[in-house]
């Protein structure tokens, strides 16, 4: 199940992919890690999907990452006496705490905290940003607004504010419900949702309780501006251009994708490029020309991952959108501009004896004959480094954890493999020959460079490197893989 591109596809699960065959059929089309969203299913379907993607995992014999996505607060109007309503440009609407159903000037919000974070001024986005309204005066307990763009509001339609920092938690009560439910069933990755400060992150940190890697999602402007210290509080960025896109000028999304995609890859921390990737592939096999070059923009800049949301979960053609996918990604990544965009793009200060030993076995990979970078770690941390240089050379990372094999399958150009314990450098050496050939990354006529830390079993201690050959004598061998 080797795969033939470095970037990782991860695909979003749901009503039209909730079964064996058709979860297996994902992962064979290229699936590597899968996205359960919490915003969608109750815990027994989720718990049903989880086993699902395990026994996957146990058939194949290659470990598959599980993302848990949380929900976050969710801001929506009430309901309408009439359904819905048409708001004119220039009319007057006004927002408040009132239960009665809405109506043509106005409608209940039942979130105080927006009242008292508001000021006159301010911008509301309604259902998607389609509607958008301007604050006139408010209190805490209503904002009197003035409509700049018109359009249909009806039940439950979303509302942004994106020029006004929040006073809330991105865990709400059913987030932590959900939390500590994925946590005990055993997920990988969670993402956390609306993520507006580091204090957020460290929230949700002291609930996992290092049970799952963290993955801030950004999508607000709060999180972008203090997006240095949210990637120093994370394990991963979710970079979610939904949100975002509704509360930020759409012409400002490129740049703030290639410059946070840019700071995850000198922070060696995967970073996923998510939301509406191949969205016309919902109800059509085929993408639109704009959403595949959407696609390969995020594969040029380096991204670890590219998600699939609707496409997988509810659309009509979930394989052929992973397909698709897998298939741009093949075609990029073959592009000698790839590697030359890659390259340029390659900026990290080597500070430290791991930097400079990752660097090398990247540059002798790179100038030499040698078929594969072989990575020894525990914590993954020495692995992380290696993709971070992103070389044009496969990597296998082995480690006789499966959590850390499950976990660093989200990163770029891995290969994870579990093996057994070593002690030796020796037998990390043998293990990873054994991993070259079974994998079909090298022949016994091939040679391998193998990083690794001495002494074994402490995190972080990146510093022995070497060229090793793939030869029988050293498979023969009666060491433990």
Known sequence: MRRLRNVKIVATLGPASDDYEMIRALFEAGADVFRLNMSHGS???????????????????????????????????????????????????RFDLDDAPGDATRVKLPHHEIFEALRPGATLLINDGKIRVTVEDCGKDFADCVVVAGGTISNRKGVNVPDVLLPLKALSEKDKRDLEFVCELGVDWLAMSFVQRPE???????????????????????????????????????????????????????????RMIRACRRAAKPVIVATQM?????????????????????????????????ESAAGDFPIEAVTTMNNVAIEVESDPTYRDVITASRGADKTSVADAIVSAAREIAETTDIKAICCFSQSGSTASLVARERPGVPIIMLTPLVSTARQLTLTWGLHC??????????????????????FEFATPKDQVVVTAGVPFNQPGTTNIL???????????RSEPE
């Open 278 to 310: 191949l969205e016309s592939m919902i109800e059509s096999p085929m993408p639109t020309r704009a959403e595949v070059s959407d696609v390969a923009t995020a594969i040029y800049e380096g991204a670890d991952a590219v998600m699939l949301s609707a």
């Open 43 to 93: 815990h027994d379907e989720i718990a049903v999907r989880h086993a699902i993607i395990r026994k996957i995992e146990q058939d194949v014999g290659r470990p598959i990452t599980i993302l848990a996505d949380l929900q976050g607060p969710k801001l929506r109007c009430g309901e309408f006496k009439n359904t819905s309503e048409e708001l004119e440009v220039g009319q007057k609407f």
């Open 200 to 258: 957020d992150v460290y929230e949700g940190r002291d609930l996992v309780k290092g049970r799952a890697a963290i993955l801030s999602k950004i999508e607000k402007p709060a999180a972008v501006e203090a997006f240095k210290e949210i990637l120093r509080a994370s394990d991963g960025i979710m970079v979610a251009r939904g949100d975002l896109g509704v509360e930020l000028p759409v012409q400002n999304l490129p740049p703030l994708q290639k």
């Open 466 to 476: 070497r060229v090793a050959p793939c030869e029988e004598r050293l498979i023969s």
């Open 417 to 438: 493999c579990q093996t057994g314990e070593v002690n030796r450098f020796k037998e990390a050496v043998i293990s990873a020959v054994r991993a070259a050939l079974k």
